[in-house]
T-cell receptor, first 109, second 115 residues
């Protein structure tokens, strides 16, 4: 499975956009990029996923570079409830989901 | 959307006893479920893949005789921690995927404390 690299932590001001980067330079052509988040003591929550094209849903936008070696999750208007650990995951060919260390996002008032 | 229910949400047990954790897909069938363990301030670690009607596949370093997995139906997988010890205290989480969906849905987790 392709390994992902994310910053350990990030801060964001409430109401501003939060941009969370992820490197996945060894990603294969048919592997998807998934983003999940985990709020303290809860199970991970699905945010968004993509293969090549940029994606947007009601929670976030996902920007994937043309070479697919990196991506950015964008929370357009961060709120205090968006404080969580965000995981960027590359789904392997055997369809299991393995988590890296993630980015701890703190949204500050 | 798909819902995965995990029970119990927390449990305290005495050292040497066994604890069973249930993972149910409430509104869909799941031929495959996954079990994770998470220690404080760490990421989720995949323990095993639970396959309906067949033996589970365990990750390297996970003792299959200690963490018994049973996936007897398309909506239920159970994880039994046998002869639990304090070092087994952790947050256990399961996940499943509905056929046709891309992502996995996670349960709310079970916090196990062994005293």
């Amino acid at each position: 499975d392709a390994k992902t690299t994310q910053p350990t932590s990030m801060d964001c001001a409430e109401g501003r956009a939060a941009n969370l980067p992820c490197n996945h330079s060894t990603i294969s052509g048919n592997e998807y990029v998934y983003w999940y988040r985990q709020i303290h003591s809860q199970g991970p929550q699905y945010i968004i996923h993509g293969l090549k094209n940029n994606e947007t849903n009601e929670m976030a936008s996902l920007i994937i570079t043309e070479d697919r070696k990196s991506s950015t999750l964008i929370l357009p208007h961060a709120t205090l409830r968006d404080t969580a650990v965000y995981y960027c995951i590359v789904m392997g060919n055997n369809n299991d989901m393995r988590f890296g260390a993630g980015t701890r996002l703190t949204v500050k008032p | 959307g798909a819902v995965v229910s995990q029970h119990p949400s927390w449990v305290i047990c005495k050292s040497g006893t066994s604890v069973k954790i249930e993972c149910r897909s409430l509104d869909f069938q799941a031929t495959t479920m996954f079990w994770y363990r998470q220690f404080p301030k760490q990421s989720l670690m995949l323990m095993a893949t639970s396959n309906e009607g067949s033996k589970a596949t365990y990750e390297q370093g996970v003792e299959k005789d200690k963490f018994l997995i049973n996936h007897a139906s398309l909506t239920l997988s159970t994880l039994t921690v046998t002869s639990a010890h304090p070092e087994d205290s952790s947050f256990y989480i399961c996940s499943a995927r509905e056929t046709g969906d891309y992502g996995y849905t996670f349960g709310s987790g079970t916090r196990l404390t062994v005293v």
